[in-house]
């Protein structure tokens, strides 16, 4: 079985600061970890995957995310957060084979102050 | 290239009816699932379905029911329903091969009164 933890509720940030959400996963297979994005009252938009390879990987916005296997954590960063990125941010993984099931995070609430 | 469609965008019912959801997948797409979306639940899986099969199915009651068609268009049925139904329904295709990313709707609204 899988988890995701994200550790923050809320993430309240002030315009042009970096900013850093924090994502941890429990699995006993391998996965492919995901960051979504969900504006109010819209669906979920990919920012980024991390399936193999380089372990920083570079999304949509000007995010990126670092995999970290030993610490088991998919962390999302942006250097510079504009309002516009002021939305829910959801991390999720799922088996790199057999079920299609995504296991979702609870969400972090990324407010960008001006 | 058309994204996911889903339809309703919302939704009212009373307690006790039956409601029907409608997804459209990507075109060429064969993976629909679907996720109930809950301030208290989060997002949670319901199903997936793939060539008209369901392949995977989360921990839901039965009143909770899909089915996907021969077009790879998806329906997901909410029977008896309940006051904590009310939620936002979500659903995602997958290209044909691997998992490695799924594609969302804006999703349907439902509230029950």
């Known amino acids: 079985a899988q988890s995701v933890t994200q550790l923050d509720s809320q993430v309240p940030v002030f315009e042009e600061a970096p900013v850093e959400l924090r994502c941890n996963y429990s699995s006993s297979v391998s996965v492919y970890l995901f960051w979504y994005v969900q504006y109010p009252n819209q669906g979920l938009q990919l920012l980024l995957k991390y399936l193999s390879g380089s372990t920083l990987v570079k999304g949509i916005n000007g995010f990126e995310a670092e995999f970290n296997k030993s610490q088991t954590s998919f962390h999302l960063r942006k250097p510079s957060v504009h309002i516009s990125d002021t939305a829910e941010y959801f991390c999720?993984?799922?088996?790199?084979?057999?079920?299609?099931?995504?296991?979702f995070g609870t969400g972090t609430r990324l407010k960008v102050l001006a | 290239k058309a994204g996911v469609t889903q339809t309703p965008r919302y939704l009212i019912k009373t307690r006790g009816q039956q409601v029907t959801l409608s997804c459209s997948p990507i075109?060429?797409?064969?993976?629909v699932s679907w996720y109930q979306q809950t301030p208290g639940q989060g997002l949670q899986f319901l199903f997936e379905y793939f060539s008209e099969t369901q392949r995977n199915k989360g921990n839901f009651p039965g009143r909770f029911s899909g089915r996907q068609f021969s077009n790879s268009r998806s329906e997901m049925n909410v029977s008896t329903l309940e006051l904590g139904d009310s939620a936002l329904y979500l659903c995602a295709s997958s290209p044909q091969t691997g998992n490695t990313e799924a594609f969302f709707g804006q999703g349907t609204r439902l509230t029950v009164v």
């Open positions: 999720a993984v799922t088996p790199t084979s057999g079920t299609y099931k995504y296991i």
């Open positions: 075109s060429g797409h064969r993976s």
